[in-house]
């Protein structure tokens, strides 16, 4: 593309200018929904297979068109593991630029009005239930049997969110 130049922004995001009009141009950015389904002192992660043995995260999954962050984080969270969530009691936390391949990470925690569930196996290998006390020692690296996604993860701050939660 003749004419066009990137110029890096502070955030490192990217924007292109045209040199011949000075047209801007932004790179795409998806939405992605980042959430930790809660049910009273408990909260739901899934695997994937793909993932080291032992780690266990959020569940995760693109906002579609037409959608809230809420409306596709519910959608999301009962599509991979069945659970039903309310979009309007959505909590929104923080969100985190993921340059792979070009997401923004938002990360929320929705209340779940269900408990049992039902694990697409295209979507997660596995999900359960822990505890509130179960994340903390995970938190602390003093489970046994599993980790949390890197402190550079929007996920690994999530669950750290909610577990030093005393509701």
């Not at 793909?50 to 959020?58: E, I, L, Q, V, Y």
């Not at 984080?73 to 991979?80: I, L, S």
């Not at 391949?101 to 209340?111: A, D, E, Q, Y």
Request: proline fraction near 7%; aromatic fraction near 8%.
């Amino acid at each position: 593309m003749s004419g066009i130049a990137l110029i890096a922004s502070a955030l490192a995001a990217g924007q292109r200018a045209c040199t011949e009009c000075t047209g801007e141009h932004f790179p795409r950015t998806d939405p992605v929904a980042i959430m930790l389904a809660v049910k009273g002192d408990k909260c739901l992660l899934g695997r994937q297979k793909m993932w080291p043995k032992g780690m266990w995260s959020c569940l995760a999954g693109f906002i579609e068109p037409g959608e809230t962050l809420e409306q596709g984080a519910a959608r999301e969270v009962h599509e991979e593991a069945g659970i039903h969530c309310d979009p309007a009691k959505t909590e929104y936390l923080f969100c985190q630029p993921w340059p792979f391949p070009s997401s923004l990470m938002i990360g929320l925690i929705l209340p779940a009005e269900s408990d049992e569930i039902a694990v697409d196996k295209n979507e997660l290998e596995t999900a359960r239930w822990f505890s509130r006390d179960e994340i903390r020692r995970v938190l602390a690296g003093q489970h046994d049997e599993m980790f949390a996604p890197p402190p550079f993860a929007v996920a690994h701050h999530i669950m750290k969110e909610w577990a030093e939660r005393d509701d």
